[in-house]
Nanobody, 131 residues
Framework: EVQLVESGGGLVQTGGSLRLSCTGSGLSLDDYGVGWFRQAPGKEREGVSCMSKIDGRTIYADSVKGRFTISSDNTKKTIYLQMNGLKPEDTAIYYC????????????????????????WGQGTEVTVSS
């Protein structure tokens, strides 16, 4: 059974930094595409960033380019999201997700990886950025 557990959320001031972690069990990161998504109060969920060791693709939403960095440590089965220059509009619950290799490889348009449904989801970690 695949499980994803996020951690690292919290309260930070504008301009501050946080690093989110997502530790997986029951999977090898070599066989999955992984991503970070967020949902702010009253808004739809949006894709933040995703990546995969399968083909080396790394994608960022325009709203976080240059501020957020996604990475992974396969030995620890952990995915990270380093968030710098945080803004109040980054306030949301952040979720990590994993997509089966067989589906990831079929997606040709990179931007689609930020909105199509993933196969496994964590429970989320809350990030609040104060102004």
């Amino acid at each position: 059974e695949v499980q994803l557990v996020e951690s690292g959320g919290g309260l930070v001031q504008t301009g501050g930094s946080l690093r989110l972690s997502c530790t997986g069990s029951g999977l090898s990161l070599d066989d999955y595409g992984v991503g970070w998504f967020r949902q702010a109060p009253g808004k739809e969920r949006e894709g933040v960033s995703c990546m995969s060791k399968i083909d080396g693709r790394t994608i960022y939403a325009d709203s976080v380019k240059g501020r957020f960095t996604i990475s992974s440590d396969n030995t620890k089965k952990t995915i990270y999201l380093q968030m710098n220059g945080l803004k109040p509009e980054d306030t949301a619950i952040y979720y990590c997700a994993a997509m089966l290799r067989s589906r990831w490889e079929l997606v040709e348009e990179e931007s689609d990886l930020l909105w199509i449904e993933y196969d496994y989801w964590g429970q989320g970690t809350e990030v609040t950025v104060s102004s």
